[in-house]
């Protein structure tokens, strides 16, 4: 593979109109486009919210589906608010296993997504193994960590870290990549040092990329948190799902799955307005 092609564009995706890149993880599509500016869209978004909701509640109470089946949204609001105080310090000991690997996870991602870049024959090597950490499911991997580290934070810390740093990684590649020929040899031009091209022209054309590698990282890194949770057992979230389930207290166990739900929502709207405020200028 050339030095130019070896790290594979995630999250690119051509549109058939103007060329412009149309995801998901887009964030500087999003940013420039129409948004949701209205009144009336964010009600519509309400309201359909709650037809779903009170459909699904009216049909699991008129069909009598039992609650270890599948319990209807009032009972996991209702278990929400009253397990909260139990689910609390889970959830505080998810976010620590969160932060601290995607942390660990962003910094070597950039870090080599750097040094890739700049030097070929580094990426030769790297790429294989890239290759094999982004191809195995981390939780193969966490009985042999815990085995290793013990049933504490640092297993989870270091799968959530492998999860999140190859995709960091490859993104940011990306973007560094992703920088008009004609401007480097501008600034060759005038003297520049591959150091001094690199902060002020690749780095802030690759910033996109960087932050949707930062999100998808982090979405990695909190399914890889809850699942080592649930493999590793003793506290977190995860932990909290296999409980639950083993109790058939299918409330709780919604519960659970809804503030997971919610922390990705957060995790993607903080990279959004991030992305929107730092990375529309590139559209």
Do not use: C
Not at 33 to 42: L, Q, Y
Not at 144 to 172: E, K
Not at 184 to 195: E, P
Not at 254 to 279: C, D, E, M, Q, R
């Amino acid at each position: 593979m050339s030095g130019g092609d070896a790290i594979p564009e995630f999250s690119k995706a051509k549109s058939g109109g103007d060329g412009q890149e149309v995801s998901l993880t887009n964030l500087s599509a999003f940013a420039s486009g129409p948004g949701i500016k209205s009144g009336a869209e964010v009600a519509a978004i309400l309201a359909v919210a709650v037809v779903i909701i009170g459909g699904i509640e009216l049909a699991l109470r008129i069909f009598h589906v039992p609650q270890y089946i599948m319990p209807p949204p009032s009972s996991i609001a209702y278990a929400l608010f009253d397990e909260f105080p139990l689910i609390a310090p889970h959830l505080g000991y998810t976010l620590v296993e969160l932060v601290s690997g995607f942390a660990i996870g962003a910094i070597v991602g950039l870090v080599m997504a750097a040094v890739i870049t700049q030097f070929p024959f580094a990426e030769k090597i790297v790429a294989p193994y890239i290759l094999i950490l982004v191809t195995t499911p981390m939780l193969a991997l966490v009985p042999l960590l815990i085995l290793r580290f013990g049933f504490g934070y640092t297993p989870r810390i270091i799968a959530v870290a492998l999860a999140a740093g190859p995709m960091v990684m490859i993104n940011a590649a990306t973007g560094f990549r992703r920088v008009d020929s004609a401007k480097i040899a501008l600034a060759r031009s005038y003297g520049a040092s591959t150091l001094q091209i690199f902060w002020k022209i690749r780095a802030p054309m690759a910033l996109p990329m960087i932050l949707v590698g930062l999100m998808i990282g982090a979405i990695f890194g909190l399914l890889t948190a809850v699942g080592a949770e649930m493999v590793g057992g003793g506290f977190g979230l995860g932990n909290r799902l296999t409980s639950y389930s083993s109790m058939i207290q299918m409330p709780q166990f919604f519960a659970v799955v809804l503030i997971l739900s919610t922390l990705g929502i957060l995790i993607y709207v903080l990279f959004f307005l991030i992305g929107k405020k730092w990375a529309s200028w590139e559209t």
